[in-house]
């Protein structure tokens, strides 16, 4: 459980990204924070595995003070997949890359090649276990980047920004295995501008602008208020806008899921048919 | 990453920032070269509070403090090495000669950092390309100068996302010895290098999609022009230089340890 109790934070440069921030995010939770560019988004996520510490208040995952304990044990709770895969990436071969945390967190050579062959096979990587990843495609890298964390099995997952520069096709992929952590009790936490990802996860949505929380809630709820939506400059989801513009001819407004947009939309026509 | 932040340039109005920046690089050469000409801790010591009224004037002071505090690392090193060499070669003695010697060694690196740190925190990159150009360097030459130390800054802010993305892989920059903290910097550097290159890549194909170097004769819209005031610097600069050799030449400087 991640409990950050009115935090504020102000950058070296006097820049105060964070003014006053109160949220609790349950194990096995899945929350996407959204809002705009400098809302204060990364801020609070790099609070949860003590990257930043709070100026003013107090951050506790899984009741230890972040305060009170290193970047590295935290991050053996919490994994933390930044939204640039180039700025981790170092090693020689694939292999050692996702072996690297492992190694910092003292696991035995032979766990480590296990979990090392589970994570490549788990994000379809086996084939390049040798190749360089500095060789590898912009989504591949991201791929490693996640399989690196991935690796030593956190019970929470916090991932910046997944889904930039990942074709339909991986990102896809991407809600699949979050659906996966979901299933196995785990908490995932991710940053995003992605609106329809976000539809299609359908999660809990914090929303923030201008380092404090305007709206935290369903998905459903959020991705739907207009008014909401525009403080922070994000647009509704398509099927949002819609069942948006269909609301005159008495259709409901808040509709986010394909599969349920089908269901209405068919029920209105047999409705129709049978009149 | 201080030291990068000790050579950050940032606007400010003060009479050094509105100085040439090329007779501000005179002085500085003038400051390295009256640095290493002298080994005796007592110029050094006059060298390094010389500079203090020109930081002052300059309003710098917090920056500068910044970079000396980013130098300490490498100061201490020095100090240690020096010491250590001469304790070891001088047949396991420990004299105050020796420390002294050590001592100025260390100040010497330390006089090099401060006057270097006071020039890059007053002189703008534009400034300094400008510079360049008027000391006719190739204008290809001034600009990847200038671009270079325009992304120190941007390089430094990359080092700290680099290092933040492997702590949360479990790397701890602080743990174990010497050597193996020398060694953690391994994960950090290498993707710093790697961006640093794609970066230059892509800048370099951003630059030739809007033209550069279709004209060959460029002109620029400032000219660089000398006042009173970069006149008074060339002038101090020329005395200090004078001094210096006249000192090196005909004084014979005591040691503090002889003063004693």
Redesign the interface.
Known sequence: MIEATDIRYSYPNKVEALKGVSLTIQDGEFVAIMGQNGAGKSTLVKHFNGLLKPSVGKVRVDGVETTKSSVAALARNVGFVFQNPDHQLFSETVEEEIAFALKNFGFQPDVIEQRVTWALNLLSLTQYRKTSPFLLSGGERKRVALASVLAWDPSTLILDEPTIGQDHEQKEKLRQFIMQMQTQKKTVVIVTHDVEFVAECNPRVVLMKEGKIVADGEGKEILTDPALLELSSIVLPQIAQVFTKLAPLGFPKDVIDLYEAKQIILKAKESKQGR | MSVFDGLRFRKVYSPIHNLDPRIKFVYVIAIFVVAILFYQIIPLLVLFFMQIPFVLLARVQRQWLRSLRGAAFLATFIFVVNVATTYFTSGYLLTAANVENAAAMTLRFVVLVESFSVFFLTTSPDHLGLALEESRVPYEFAFAFTTAVRFVPVLAE?AQ??M?????????LEKGGLLKRIRNY??VL??LI??AI?RSLELAEAMESRAWGATKKRTNLYLLKLHKGDYALLAITVGILAVAVYVHFFVSIPTIASLL
């Not at chain 2, 933040?164 to 701890?172: F, I, M």
């Open positions: 990359e996302t680099i933040d993305a492997q702590k949360a892989r479990g790397l701890e391994v994960p290498i993707p790697v961006s794609r």
